[in-house]
């Protein structure tokens, strides 16, 4: 639009997306209709949300002229209501006053050639169909596995950290009697509590030995082999 930033910092020849006609219906408004997209409108259309229209109006608001028209993000006109359609980049270009082919763009879509028979069609939509079902299956398979690797790692975690509660509980004296399937049902902090409750029973001492024998002295026969080879007693040994 001419006096817009846009105008101002681009230069000519500007990029055009595409040429559309006017239709002014009576009692119901203004309608724009692209009639053929440029290659840079097939390239880049995707890029934007939708087209915007920026018309002149009169006192009464009426519009009375469409002097500019572009791809925007997010196209709005205060005042005006817009029934939009949405753009695309796989739309092919279309002569002036064709009418558009959906046949021939769902074909273009599916990587077919625009004369593709219906039965072609439906089988690319139902191979499509079915290599999404595929995806969606591997997806969810993958998603059990690496929950299943994560509890497994969770309850070996889990059992670990019980197992050294009661290690700890019998390095204090304490006797721990629980059975498998009882310590299975309990969290780490139930065995904790558990433990925490026991009266020593086992006096510490009786845990280590109460009497440390000397270690033998060597025999005569020992003594003298050690100073025929010449050895300490510690080599000896």
């Not at 018309?55 to 029934?83: H, K, M, N, Q, Y």
Request: aromatic letters at 4%; a negative charge.
């Amino acid at each position: 639009m001419p006096g817009s930033r846009e105008y101002e910092r681009t230069r000519e020849p500007r990029a055009i997306a595409g040429y559309a006609e006017v239709e002014c219906v009576e009692g119901e408004g203004v309608y724009l209709n692209v009639t053929r997209w440029t290659p840079d409108g097939l390239a880049h259309a995707r890029d934007y949300e939708d087209l915007s229209a920026a018309p002149v109006t009169d006192a009464d608001g009426d519009v009375v002229a469409l002097p500019s028209v572009a791809l925007c993000r997010a196209g709005a006109v205060p005042g005006i209501e817009f029934v939009e359609c949405p753009l695309s980049a796989a739309l092919p270009e279309q002569g002036q006053g064709d009418d558009m082919n959906y046949k021939a763009i769902l074909a273009k879509l599916l990587g077919l050639g625009p004369d593709a028979e219906d039965e072609a069609i439906r089988a690319a939509l139902d191979a499509l169909d079915a290599d999404k079902a595929k995806k969606d299956d591997e997806a969810k398979a993958a998603q059990e596995a690496l929950s299943a690797r994560v509890e497994a790692l969770e309850k070996g975690r889990e059992e670990d950290a019980k197992q050294r509660v009661i290690l700890s509980a019998r390095m204090e004296g304490k006797q721990v009697t629980l059975s498998a399937d009882a310590l299975a049902k309990l969290s780490v902090e139930d065995v904790e509590k558990h433990v925490a409750a026991l009266p020593v029973t086992v006096p510490l001492s009786a845990l280590t030995p109460g009497i440390v024998k000397e270690p033998a002295k060597p025999s005569a026969i020992d003594e003298g082999i050690m100073r025929n080879l010449g050895l300490t007693e510690e080599d000896f040994k």
